[in-house]
């Protein structure tokens, strides 16, 4: 079994920081990319910032110059240094890889729970 596990949420003030964090776990035998997704409510998820294996990135242009991406790649990890976050800023984070399994022919995407982030004063 496979599993991605986000931590870091919280409640932050209009212009604070926060890092997240996505452990991917279980019979895994490569993981591609991964990535942050992030969802609004009543909005559709909408992908926020992804990585490759080796290391190139992009971002929404919503987060340009705000959100960092970096992952280890010995640990399965991916994180997700937010800066300067507003009040607009959607709530719940997802974190998603392109990973192939063991016993899987090919790469298949996974997800984990999602990790909520309050931006109020």
């Known amino acids: 079994q496979v599993q991605l596990v986000e931590s870091g949420g919280g409640l932050v003030q209009p212009g604070g920081s926060l890092r997240l964090s996505c452990v991917a776990s279980?019979?895994?035998?490569?993981?591609?990319?991964m990535g942050w997704y992030r969802q609004a409510p009543g909005k559709q998820r909408e992908l926020t910032a992804i990585i490759s294996s080796g290391g190139s990135t992009n971002y929404a242009d919503s987060v340009k110059g705000r959100f960092t991406i970096s992952r280890d790649n010995a640990k399965n990890t991916v994180f997700l240094q937010m800066n300067s976050l507003k009040a607009e800023d959607p709530t719940v984070y997802c974190c998603n890889a392109i990973l192939r399994r063991t016993g899987a022919p090919i790469p298949s995407s996974t997800w984990g729970q999602g990790t909520k982030v309050t931006v109020s004063s």
């Open positions: 279980g019979s895994i035998l490569s993981i591609n990319s």
